[in-house]
């Protein structure tokens, strides 16, 4: 067995999500011959990677780094879209020799700027406007990304002077817009919120006469993370069905997403060991060799992942705080939580872990990055 803490990827799960959503898109017509831009910042290990590249998926990057993974993965360049905020000037200039199939540019000033360096180099951007629909998701407030005033895209009401911007300036070919409202969203109604907005804003291409060939709606698809077993593949049927039902789009129009949890979240487990089990005066706490630094998401956004005990999964139920061996009280994976009876050695997987758990790993307190198996 492998030295614990690792992650752990079940390949076979993945290629079956991987059909499954690419099924579930390619059943509705107006969403055939769309792309599926799967994001890197959920999990850049090199093998889940190519498992992704090779099912013919694209990519959604937000930064130099990822686009060089994602190419060395096998993405083509044709099918990469690079979001965020800050893009450097070096990583424009990459992206561009790269070749990468869009830029989904989240202010004016970043447009101009790509113009400028697209001009120097002799190339043509691609360009989609992130375009902030204020349209709020019901997920954990760090997470939410859709609503006015924030740090991501344009708003709204600057969106025809930012188009009419694009259009204008050399170096520049505007594709169409981009969104993301937030991530772990399970209610569909949110999606059907974002699609009504972009339908209003489609009035406004329409009357000036300005074509929109693409239009990305972002990510964001959760996943069961109270019971994974009973979901092990996340509802990619309602997702698309939702975009196919409440999206207007025309023929000439490609629909584009970027799902990241969702392809690869319940592919992933932790796996870790009781290193002891304290007995304190009120409550009992299981000490495992994985900390906050391995998967931050509990600590961080107070998330709750699943855990087993899998050396004695039939043992008697007891109540635990399981907890890692960092110094922070906030590394907790968990607080009141049942668990089969535990004992020093005994191995415990914390479930669906796939998704923006190695990827937000570090090493805090001098800890090595955990490593990672990949089961076929
Ligand atoms: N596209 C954009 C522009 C995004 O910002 C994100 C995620 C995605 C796509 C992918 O979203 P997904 O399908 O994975 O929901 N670390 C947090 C999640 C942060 C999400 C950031 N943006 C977590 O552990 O819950």
Redesign the pocket.
Known sequence: MKKTPYYSYDASLLRLTLEEAKKAMESHESLKGGCIHY?L??NNNPQVLATIASAGFGA?CVSGGEIRQALNAGFPASKIVY?GVGKTDEEIIFALEAGISCF?VESVEELRIISEIAVKEGKTANVALRINPNVGAHT?AN?T?GLAENKFGINMEKMADAVELALDLDGIRFMGLHF?IG??ILDMGDFVALCNRINELREWFIFKGVELHTINV????GIDYEHPEHHPVPDFASYFKTYSTHLRLDKNQQFHC?????IVGQCGSLITRCIYVKEGTYKKFVIVDAGMNDLI?PAL?S?YHKIENISNPEGEQELYDVVGPICESSDTFAKGRYLSSTKRGDILAIRSAG??GET?ASTYNARPLAESEFKL
């Open positions: 994001a910042k959920a959604d979001a989904n954990h997470i990304t993301h991530s772990q972002g990510g964001g698809l970027e799902l990241g949890r969702s998401r956004y998330a998704a923006y937000m």
